[in-house]
Structures are given as C-alpha cells and as structure tokens.
C-alpha cells in the first residue's frame, strides 16, 4: 500500500473512531461534522470524500465496529485450533459477547444491529470495502463440516439476531437475567437452530 492510500487509510480511521467517541459520548442528536472533522484533525471536506452526513458515518460505523467484532473473534479462533463446526460457532459467540460485556458503549453503539458487519450485500449502502469479510469465513468454516445445513445465510442470520438482542438487554439491563445466567441456555437455543437448519431435518419432530 502506498504512501497515498496509508493517508487516505488513517484519515478515515480518525473520523471513525472520532466519531464513535462522540457518538456515544454526546450522542448523534448533539454531535455534528464539524465536531468531528475538528476533533480528528481533518478537512471538512475531507469527510465528504467518505461521509453523505452524519447519519451515513453513523450506518457506516456501525457496520464497521460490528465487522472489528467477528474479525476479532475469527482471530482468536484460529489461534484456538477449536475444530468442528458447532463447537467453532460456540467460541465466536462466546469471543464476541466477552467482548461486548466488558464495552457497553459498544454494545449500546451497536445496539442489536450486529448483523449489518455480516450481511454486507443486504445493507450495501452502509458497508465499507476495508470491512472484515466474515460471511465468506463462515462459509468456509461450512465448506469444512461432515454436517450439510439447509439455507447457511439465513441460519447465520438467525443466530447473529438471536444473540444481539438477547445479550443487549442482559448486559446492559441485567434483563430479564444477567449474561452469565442467560449464556448457557442461549447456546441451547443455538444448537436447536443448528439442528433445524440441518439439510432434510424433520422440523416438526424437533
């Protein structure tokens, strides 16, 4: 990467992380491009070349910080050598939410929109090229199992929804339970969608 695009690179990094500070700091109502651009040190034009509007970096961002998420997790996923395919999606799950109980500003930012750092194609308008391409890492993760699953996007889908909104509510609200007393039964509900999913399961006798 040339001298050019490592700027072009580290003035988007800037906005970004400038703007998750203030985001969830004053909040989006109360924080405008120019406390943005001031505070990272930018042209305003600058974020033009990136940004429609506050509203976009925001979308944008949150496809992004969700993306850091699942990249991070698949890093530690290899750096486990847990092999399987159930007992790989059970780390990422588990990598992801230790990471979301510890930063709640993260999880209050991303609210239950986890999926958008996923689902790229579905939400074209607030992806971002340099995003963490986790859907293809899955799949390859899929390629790689003894068990066939009927519909992989939409089982990843469910999961990805199943585990953001019920993990919002308990690590911000201890509601109706907190994470730890809630994780062992969410990863049950995980695996009967696993076992739905799989390839000419009897839905019905499950």
Known sequence: ?????????????????????????????????????ENAGVAKGTFYLYFKDKYDIRNKLISHKAGELFSEAHDALEASHITGFTAQLHFIVDNILDRLETESSLLGFISKNLSWGVFKDAFQEQADDDDFPFFQEYLNLLDQSDVQYDSPELLLFTIIELVSSTSYSCILHSQPVCLAEYRPYLHRTIDCILQAFIHGADVEKL
């Not at 001298?3 to 580290?10: F, G, I, V």
Request: no cysteine; charged share 30%.
């Open 1 to 37: 990467m040339g001298k050019l695009e490592l700027n072009k690179k580290r003035k988007k990094s800037a906005l970004y992380n400038t703007a998750f500070e203030l985001f969830t700091t004053k909040g989006l109502a109360k924080t405008t491009i120019s406390d943005i651009v």
